[in-house]
């Protein structure tokens, strides 16, 4: 359809991105038209429009520029699916957020496969091309000469003022609004921060032109932030720091309304809404008017104010006991309650259906056919910070702040002692990032799991080096054994209030980094083709030694083999002037079952020596399985029984 645009937009792309976004629309745009109707008079173009109205070609009516021209039908029954690009030759990643204006020597010398994040556009920091040409591109083109995939991207929902100069009425477009109308400030996350609406097709149409600028560079991809914080609303910082988090008071923008309006009329098609949802004479959802019409036809922010629910759309800051109600909002459970980065799979409301499989797919689709204009000669690599649809690898990251643990409690990815200062390495991560495995399966059951550690970072950053080193050792380990791959953490973003060491060589931990880089690099055939087994492996190690074990089987053109990875955790904590770190286990025994008969019985390891072949252990067979004697476990080691 004919993408139609606010006065404002229009001047944006002319100052800011150069005529890349007219390409980008040109070559796949699929959005709405901006605003829409106060009269049905039926069109099939603008010519078919008195003055002052424009056609809109999915609903063929004729609108006014103040409403929204929505697509008002299709929305998603069943999960789309989408075939990610290979990653076989991917095993070892880099994060290393270095700003637009300097390099980072350490990705040349850890030598990744890929950084899953190079860059990021962050306020006005990366939204035209002058910002890349003179340090930017020339640091990735170095990178991409040694071989590295170098990945790009762009905050996706964080919007500044900053960012418009000369044009405050595109801000005000993009930026959306509380129930009220009332734009939400994040400054408790980022001075001056506000949050984009990912349902507005011209912000759209700039993160695309944002794109194309780095795409024109020579991205080998692009990594997208943020993508669903469009519905998440303020949060504690708005409240004096107290409530249970964010409380879903914002999205509410005229172009979200709009395609709620749509997504409503095509879930509950043929029944009687308004006595549905209690939705009054003056104010209730119309078939026989355009979805985007909220002047007559229904307006959901208009309804949230008149119900006096506005302040707390979402029943969030309700005790525990009444949340279950949505707080007297009937149309709660229909919007849905937005998980930062964890949209829910296969969920039947609007936010989980409108940010992943309409605003995101059309992102995506609009990429792919631009850089095959502007990169003929290869595919890109797309991610987005979470978990979501149409990827070619999920990049989850890591915070504390997650909702993935049972009842929406988060998952612990940095285990501290009880007085939160120091590694407790004795907790193993096993169960979280199996669950966030199991999470991203339903999305993207072909595509890699990256993790890694994002944002600011104070308690990881104030361990000493050695517990930073120990940390990657046992749960870098953890990760790749139960089939995920975690990014090593290179260049940290920095703040005033936590002054960390901004680069892994500053902390210490740049030397081991680089060896467990050569080591899962030499033994990327025990992490690809392989599928995680529910065999039983048991040890003589007393219950105290606390080792993790993972089975996994490889398949596929490599030899067929049984992998046991053994994950350490006999921690000493750091303190009362104890020895501590990691305790090694000495002289034990493995029981493993087998499916075949065993040809060898082979130790891989990175606490080898790194030029240290595969060792042959010894073992005897007996009904079906093998008793392996191990010499010693230090941090991780990597049974290999081939048959």
């Known amino acids: 359809m004919t993408d139609r645009r606010t006065s404002g937009s229009a001047r944006l792309a002319a100052w800011t991105l150069a005529g890349i976004v007219a390409l980008g629309a040109a070559v796949g745009s ?45 929305w998603p029954k069943v999960v789309p699916t989408y075939a990610p690009l290979s990653m076989d030759k991917f095993t070892v990643f880099a994060a290393s957020q270095s700003g637009l204006n300097m390099g980072d020597p350490q990705v040349a010398d850890l030598h990744p496969d890929m950084v899953i994040r190079g860059w990021q556009q962050w306020s006005f920091y990366g939204i035209v091309e002058e910002y890349y040409t003179q340090a930017a591109f020339p ?49 408790g996350l980022s001075p001056g921060m506000h949050r984009a609406s990912l349902a507005n097709p011209a912000f759209r149409d700039y993160l695309v032109g944002i794109a194309a600028i780095q795409l024109r560079g020579g991205v080998d991809g692009l990594n997208f932030e943020d993508l669903n ?47 549905l949802f209690d939705m009054p004479a003056h104010n209730y959802l119309r078939a026989d008017v355009p979805a985007g019409d909220l002047v007559r036809n229904f307006d959901y922010r208009k309804y949230l104010v008149d119900r006096g ?35 829910a799979f296969g969920a039947s409301n609007f936010v989980d259906q409108a940010v992943p499989y ?29 978990i979501y649809p149409f990827v070619d690898f999920q990049s989850v990251a890591l915070n504390d702040w997650n909702a993935d643990g049972p009842n929406g409690a988060p998952l612990i990815f940095l285990p501290l002692d009880a007085g939160k200062t120091r590694l407790d390495a004795r907790q193993s991560l096993q169960p979280a990032f199996l669950k966030i495995k199991d ?37 870098a380990a953890e990760a790749y054994a139960n089939g995920l791959f975690f990014a090593f953490r290179l260049t940290t973003p920095t703040d005033p209030m936590y002054p960390p060491p901004a680069t892994a060589t500053e902390g210490g931990v740049f030397p081991l980094m680089r060896e467990l880089a050569v080591f899962y690099k030499a033994h990327e055939d025990l992490y690809h083709h392989v599928r995680p087994s529910s065999a039983e492996v048991s040890t003589s190690l007393p219950a105290a030694a606390a080792v993790m074990i993972a089975v996994s089987d490889r398949a596929g053109s490599s030899p067929p083999a049984r992998l046991v990875h053994l994950v350490n955790h006999d921690y000493q904590l750091r303190g009362a002037g ?59 080691d990597v049974v290999v029984v081939s048959y």
């Open 139 to 187: 640091y990735m083109r170095d990178v991409q000469s040694q071989g590295i995939k170098f990945l790009g991207g762009a905050a996706a929902t964080a919007l500044f003022k900053s960012q418009f100069p000369n044009d405050p009425q595109s801000f005000d477009d993009f930026a959306t609004v509380d129930p009220y109308g009332r734009q939400v400030p994040h400054d």
């Open 30 to 74: 699929s959005g709405g038209c901006d605003p829409a109707p106060i009269e049905n008079k039926g069109c099939d173009s603008d010519h078919d429009c008195v003055a002052g109205y424009l056609c809109c070609p999915s609903q063929k009516v004729c609108l006014t520029p103040e409403q929204v021209c929505v697509d008002a039908g299709n």
């Open 229 to 275: 914080e469009t519905y998440q609303g303020a949060g504690p910082e708005a409240y004096g720091n107290v409530g249970p988090g964010y409380y879903g008071n914002e999205g509410f923008d005229k172009y979200s309304l709009a395609d709620f309006n749509a997504f409503l009329l095509d879930k509950y098609a043929g029944r009687d809404v308004r006595q």
């Open 358 to 386: 309409r605003y995101w797919r059309e992102i995506v689709d609009r990429l792919r056919i631009l850089a095959r204009t502007l990169q003929p000669s290869k595919e890109i690599f797309i991610s987005a910070k979470g």
């Open 578 to 636: 104890a020895d501590a770190g990691l305790v090694p286990q000495q002289n034990f025994t493995a029981s493993i079952p087998v499916t075949a008969p065993v040809s060898s019985v082979m130790l891989v390891s990175p606490d080898l020596p790194p030029s240290a072949p595969p060792q042959p252990l010894e073992y005897t067979e007996d009904n079906g399985r093998i008793t392996v004697s191990l010499p010693s476990l230090l941090a991780y």
């Open 309 to 343: 629910v506005a302040d707390d759309p979402l029943g969030a800051m309700l005790p525990p006991d009444q949340r279950a109600s949505w707080g007297g909002n009937p149309l709660a459970e229909d919007w849905g309650r937005a998980k930062s980065d964890r949209p």
């Open 439 to 475: 999470l991203a399966a339903a999305f993207t059951p072909d595509a890699p799991v990256v993790v890694y550690l994002d944002g600011l970072q104070p308690a990881y950053d104030a361990l000493t080096p050695q517990e930073r080193s120990d940390y990657w050792r046992i749960y």
